[in-house]
T-cell receptor, first 113, second 110 residues
Framework: DAGVTQSPTHLIKTRGQHVTLRCSPISGHKSVSWYQQVLGQGPQFIFQ???????GRGNFPDRFSARQFPNYSSELNVNALLLGDSALYLC????????????FGSGTRLTVV | AQRVTQPEKLLSVFKGAPVELKCNYS??????LFWYVQYSRQRLQLLLR??SRESIKGFTADLNKGETSFHLKKPFAQEEDSAMYYC????????????FGTGTRLLVSP
């Protein structure tokens, strides 16, 4: 089993640009969640999707959006990047809801300059 | 409000010493509590959850609803326990986000 895979692993963008991060869940997992981890802090919830529907949204601006595809993979999009968006973005997959536990990917390190 | 507090940024102990990583939480209702661990250059992984009531790698954690705590304990620390530890909570039904604490770095010296 490949586990949760995220791409790219590292990314450098300029302020104002747009970025797309990708996540492939564990085979059979239908739920994908996104978290932002700023240096020195714990991960913060951004979105959760299940069966292509948004099931939860954290306290992030509308510049952040996501979607889930029929194969359960997911994309996180961030528009009009700010310096403060620099962080490790983590994807977690689960069979369904919270009772099934979450498995995290290694993350995408985004640096905004 | 849902909140997880880990008061110690760094906990440094010697090999063989007991370890207690503190976690306090705030949640209206019955939460699920978790401990996640991140070893150097590895991904975040689940260590244990309170509903399992199991011991993983010698670690245990008991949910104390009166004190709203979920401290992680190990009687004899090993060097390989050195890692970043995060306490997290979620609701216990449906689709719930994980709320993480800021983490405690455990350093076990020989």
């Amino acid at each position: 089993d490949a586990g949760v895979t995220q791409s790219p692993t590292h990314l450098i963008k300029t302020r104002g640009q747009h970025v797309t991060l990708r996540c492939s869940p564990i085979s059979g997992h239908k739920s994908v969640s996104w978290y932002q981890q700023v240096l020195g802090q714990g991960p913060q919830f951004i979105f959760q999707y299940y069966e292509k529907e948004e099931r939860g949204r954290g306290n992030f601006p509308d510049r952040f959006s996501a979607r889930q595809f029929p194969n359960y993979s997911s994309e996180l999009n961030v528009n009009a990047l700010l310096l403060g968006d620099s962080a490790l973005y983590l994807c977690a997959s689960s069979l369904a809801g919270v009772g099934y536990g979450y498995t995290f990917g290694s993350g995408t390190r985004l640096t905004v300059v | 409000a849902q909140r997880v507090t880990q008061p110690e940024k760094l906990l440094s102990v010697f090999k063989g010493a007991p370890v207690e990583l503190k976690c306090n939480y705030s949640y209206s209702g019955s939460p699920e509590l978790f401990w996640y661990v991140q070893y150097s250059r590895q991904r975040l992984q689940l260590l244990l959850r309170h509903i399992s009531r199991e011991s993983i790698k010698g670690f245990t954690a008991d949910l104390n609803k009166g004190e709203t705590s979920f401290h992680l304990k190990k009687p004899f620390a090993q060097e390989e326990d050195s890692a970043m530890y995060y306490c997290a909570l979620s609701g216990n039904t449906g689709f719930q986000k994980l709320v993480f604490g800021t983490g405690t770095r455990l350093l076990v010296s020989p």
